[in-house]
């Protein structure tokens, strides 16, 4: 039964339906779409009727149902987020909860967008760069200015690349449960390379996502036992939904170019290239010194991913920010709505959003 559970699993395209009903796609190209939600009725009726947010009208489907493009927005104009998810997943980790999902907690303070990645299927160069010309070539064509751009995970580095790149349009910048330093990878690569896992994948020119979900899942083999434990216990017909689309989740995603996967597996996790500044994008350095917006880090406190640890030198090295504690793991504080420091933090500086 557990096989062909797997099986099915590995089958499983990105999870697109939910979130795809509830937006619009406002770009599409081989390599991502771009999915837009407009501001919940809450942000709407926020704030003083001078700067009370509006519906962006460039969005509002035409008599032929097309979307529309074509509006220029005011001063007044409401607010603009810009999510990057990570390369590994589907981005419908942002629309799972127990209570309210993060994208509806965004829209309360205006519009989002949200970058998703489609499969590579041709073999050719790729690499983390490319993700990142990618994100600016949104930028460019959406024409988006003052954005409140978010990262989550490998997504968070990709923003830090973006916005040393192009510092003009990004206002502030939130790096969700993201790491600087994979100094704690030494040993889990040390067992990497003694157990030959890529052996398998040598002569392949695109990396299966299977590949990468069993490294995932060589990290902690135990949680796998803990994993189903709990799964029965649980009683409740919506918490068994929950969980069965949670595991659903963990097992979407896409498969990667060799190039990104080597840059993952030598550059980042062996030389650690980010914390020793040895990721260059069109010759331009990505050091963290040139961020000059507010930077909101969030770090969860039962993180085995992403360990605080691994966090803490953006604290550091991030002039202008604020490091936010949130209770969970990597994943859970999404699922179970911890994020009230950082939504707060939005409510304090609004004057920088509007």
């Given amino acids: 039964m557990f096989v062909t559970f797997i099986i099915d699993y590995t089958k499983t395209p990105n999870l697109g339906n939910k979130y795809l009903k509830s937006g619009k796609i406002v770009m599409q190209t081989e390599h991502y ?13 926020t704030g003083s009727s001078k700067n009370k947010l509006k519906m962006d009208s460039r969005f509002r489907e035409n008599d032929k149902g097309e979307v529309r493009n074509d509006i220029e927005r005011s001063q007044d104009d409401i607010k603009t987020f810009l999510i990057i998810p990570s390369i ?11 209570d309210k999902s993060f994208i509806e907690n965004l829209r309360s303070y205006g519009e989002v967008y949200l970058i998703d990645w489609l499969e590579i299927e041709e073999p050719h160069q790729y690499l983390l760069d490319d993700y990142v010309h990618k ?3 949104v930028i460019d064509n959406l024409k988006i200015k003052d954005i409140n751009l978010i990262g ?26 993201c790491s600087w330093d994979f100094s704690h990878f030494f040993y889990i690569r040390m067992l990497h390379r003694y157990l030959k896992l890529d052996s398998g994948i040598e002569n392949l020119p695109i990396i299966p996502k299977i590949h990468i979900q069993i490294l995932f899942f060589l990290l902690f083999p135990d949680y796998f036992n803990a994993k189903l434990k709990k799964f029965f216990s649980i009683t409740s017909d919506k918490e068994q939904e929950l969980a069965f689309r949670i595991e659903n989740w963990l097992m979407s995603g896409n498969s990667i170019s060799k190039e990104v996967y080597n840059q993952i597996i030598q550059n980042i996790s062996d030389e650690n290239m980010f914390i020793h500044l040895k990721w260059t994008i069109d010759n331009f350095i990505i050091d963290l010194s040139l961020i000059h917006c507010p930077v909101y880090i969030v770090a969860a406190e039962d993180d085995q991913i992403v360990p605080k640890s691994s966090i803490l030198p953006l604290q550091k090295l991030l002039k202008n ?25 939005y409510t304090l500086c609004q004057n920088r959003f509007i």
Avoid: Q, W
């Fill in 152 to 177: 989550y995970c490998i997504g968070g580095n990709l923003a830090i690349a973006t916005n040393v790149l192009m510092p003009k349009f990004i206002k502030t910048l939130t790096l969700l449960t």
């Fill in 88 to 98: 590994f997943n589907s981005p419908e980790i942002f629309f799972l909860a127990r």
């Fill in 135 to 137: 994100i600016i070539e």
């Fill in 321 to 345: 920010s604020k490091l936010i504690d949130v209770v969970g793991g990597h994943i859970s504080y999404l699922i179970n709505d911890k994020l009230d420091k950082l939504f707060k933090e």
């Fill in 33 to 45: 779409r771009v999915l837009y939600y407009s501001v919940s009725s809450r942000g709407l009726s």
